[in-house]
């Protein structure tokens, strides 16, 4: 027999099946198209872009007809002076022109008063930014996010305090002081209410840049409730105050009627405004600047317009 030689035949080595990406294909069943499917949002946006505005404009008539008869009227010594409807809204407008100016002007007079307002409006404005929400039901609210989430609320609440303090503040009342006798005082009282006025207005942006802050915090409901009624208790109470100094700087450089007496005076009286019964002047009087409530008269001879801050300066005695 022939010599039988033995060959070992090694195996190929095993090689593991690529991985199989599986796809699923889900067919939906085709839907007519319907008009209710496809509704126009333009009239739903159309309807809140209107009540938006109209919400605007009243709020704006609401400061300039309060900030009139609050603020206005009794810097000019005469409390029941009478304010038209449409005069809220003029007003109102003058105010949010004269809104860059004052502020202007208070930092020029205060800047260190300046920087605060601006620090005050940066701290919320920048943690609006970081504040991230997180839907109910969701993972776990870290436990750093709930230590800074508590720290806002009490960081609202101090800044509360500190803006109500600023309103009813001595410091505040003290420069917002009722029409001068001396017309030579005119222009540190304007001055003074620019001043007020300014500040005023740095508080209502950071009031409610606050306001919008808590209610994005994630803190406990009954935390949330406290700190956001607190917060918009602050936001109305700072804003009846900007009404009230801004509407008083916008009165005041707003030009009015300079007309004649009938009684054969050659001395130009200013016209402030009406009462139920009389007419409101301002007029100059053995060198003091008085106001003056007469009768209503049928009448009236307008020589020319000018603010009051303007008649005040006109009336300065010439110290050559």
């Given at each position: 027999?022939?010599?039988?030689?033995?060959?070992?035949?090694?195996?190929?080595?095993?090689?593991?099946?690529?991985?199989?990406?599986?796809?699923?294909?889900?067919?939906?069943?085709?839907?007519?198209?319907?008009?209710?499917?496809?509704?126009?949002?333009?009239?739903?946006?159309?309807?809140?872009?209107?009540?938006?505005?109209?919400?605007?404009?009243?709020?704006?008539?609401?400061m300039?007809?309060?900030?009139?008869?609050?603020?206005?009227?009794?810097?000019v010594?005469?409390?029941?002076?009478?304010?038209?409807?449409?005069?809220?809204?003029?007003?109102?407008?003058?105010?949010?022109?004269?809104?860059?100016?004052?502020?202007?002007?208070?930092?020029?007079s205060?800047?260190?008063?300046?920087?605060?307002?601006?620090?005050?409006?940066?701290?919320?404005?920048?943690?609006?930014?970081?504040?991230?929400?997180?839907?109910?039901?969701?993972?776990?609210?870290?436990?750093?996010?709930?230590?800074?989430?508590?720290?806002?609320?009490?960081?609202?609440?101090?800044?509360?305090?500190?803006?109500i303090?600023?309103?009813?503040?001595?410091?505040?009342?003290?420069?917002?002081?009722?029409?001068?006798?001396?017309?030579?005082?005119?222009?540190?009282?304007?001055?003074?209410?620019?001043?007020?006025?300014?500040?005023?207005?740095?508080?209502?942006?950071?009031?409610?840049?606050?306001?919008?802050?808590?209610?994005?915090?994630?803190?406990?409901?009954?935390?949330?409730?406290?700190?956001?009624?607190?917060?918009?208790?602050?936001?109305?109470?700072?804003?009846?105050?900007?009404?009230?100094?801004?509407?008083?700087?916008?009165?005041?450089?707003?030009?009015?009627?300079?007309?004649?007496?009938?009684?054969?005076?050659?001395?130009?009286?200013?016209?402030?405004?009406?009462?139920?019964?009389?007419?409101?002047?301002?007029?100059?009087?053995?060198?003091?600047?008085?106001?003056?409530?007469?009768?209503l008269?049928?009448?009236?001879?307008?020589?020319?317009?000018?603010?009051?801050?303007?008649?005040?300066?006109?009336?300065v005695?010439?110290?050559?």
């Amino acid at each position: 027999m022939p010599n039988i030689t033995r060959i070992k035949i090694k195996p190929l080595p095993v090689r593991p099946n690529p991985t199989r990406t599986k796809v699923l294909l889900v067919r939906q069943p085709a839907k007519v198209a319907r008009p209710v499917d496809h509704a126009d949002p333009m009239p739903r946006r159309l309807a809140i872009g209107v009540i938006v505005a109209l919400g605007v404009v009243l709020a704006v008539w609401l400061m300039g007809f309060l900030g009139y008869r609050l603020g206005f009227a009794p810097i000019v010594r005469v409390r029941d002076l009478l304010a038209e409807p449409s005069g809220g809204l003029a007003t109102g407008i003058i105010m949010l022109i004269s809104i860059p100016r004052v502020i202007l002007s208070a930092g020029m007079s205060q800047t260190v008063g300046l920087m605060v307002g601006f620090i005050l409006i940066a701290i919320p404005g920048g943690a609006l930014a970081a504040v991230k929400s997180y839907p109910r039901g969701g993972p776990r609210i870290p436990t750093i996010v709930n230590v800074f989430s508590i720290t806002g609320a009490v960081a609202s609440a101090l800044n509360g305090i500190v803006l109500i303090w600023w309103t009813v503040s001595a410091y505040r009342n003290g420069m917002v002081n009722e029409l001068p006798f001396q017309a030579e005082n005119g222009g540190q009282w304007l001055e003074n209410l620019e001043t007020v006025s300014g500040f005023d207005v740095l508080a209502v942006v950071a009031a409610s840049c606050w306001v919008v802050l808590v209610m994005r915090l994630t803190i406990p409901v009954w935390l949330k409730v406290l700190s956001a009624s607190f917060a918009f208790f602050t936001l109305v109470v700072v804003t009846v105050a900007m009404s009230m100094s801004n509407a008083t700087v916008a009165q005041v450089i707003t030009p009015r009627s300079i007309y004649l007496a009938d009684d054969g005076s050659v001395d130009a009286r200013l016209l402030l405004g009406s009462t139920r019964d009389h007419f409101a002047t301002l007029r100059q009087t053995e060198g003091a600047i008085v106001v003056e409530l007469i009768s209503l008269p049928s009448t009236l001879t307008v020589i020319g317009t000018q603010s009051i801050v303007d008649y005040l300066n006109d009336h300065v005695p010439d110290q050559r």
